[in-house]
């Protein structure tokens, strides 16, 4: 008899749990900062030490530089600089598009717009790579195609 008011007990409990109406309309994201960057290599594999990097977006007025360093101190680049890996944008990147609305449903994905990532040494331009970012209702990403490292000489 135990085991059959258990069994009960359990079925209630299943079946009482399997309301599967789910808001679409709701969305929880996570408390962290997303920031997305770029590995710079030598051909070897070493990282890459730059002098510098920004990243800039076309806008009616012209380029405007982006750098998500510009929010941070040296030694936050230079440990970049170690690692061969710069960052180039960031959670809260669609602020520098007025026009652009934020997904609001969490199945939602929208194209905010590229990013020109330029790269520098001795004031001289490497390379530069054009990205694309995109962002749920969350946090901004990308292709990984557009994150492949680049390698220099």
């Not at 920004?54 to 750098?67: H, R």
């Not at 936050?76 to 520098?96: A, I, S």
């Not at 994905?109 to 790579?129: N, R």
Request: proline share 2%; hydrophobic share 40%; net charge negative.
């Amino acid at each position: 008899m135990k085991n059959f008011i258990l069994f009960l007990f359990l079925s209630f409990l299943f079946v009482s749990c399997s309301d599967n109406k789910a808001d679409d309309n709701i969305v929880y994201c996570t408390d962290e900062m997303r920031m997305i960057g770029v590995g710079v290599k030598h051909k070897d594999g070493s990282p890459y030490v730059l002098d510098s990097v920004k990243s800039f977006i076309a806008t009616k007025e012209g380029l405007k530089n982006v750098s998500v360093f510009k929010d941070f101190n040296d030694t936050f680049f230079q440990y970049c600089q170690k690692q061969g890996t710069y960052l180039f944008v960031g959670d809260g990147f669609d602020r520098h598009f007025p026009d652009f609305v934020k997904p609001t449903k969490w199945n939602e994905t929208k194209f905010i717009g590229e990013v020109d990532f330029v790269g520098y040494k001795k004031d001289k331009e490497l390379f530069k790579k054009t990205i694309k970012v995109y962002t749920d209702a969350c946090h901004v990403f990308c292709d990984e195609k557009d994150l492949a490292i680049i390698y220099l000489e």
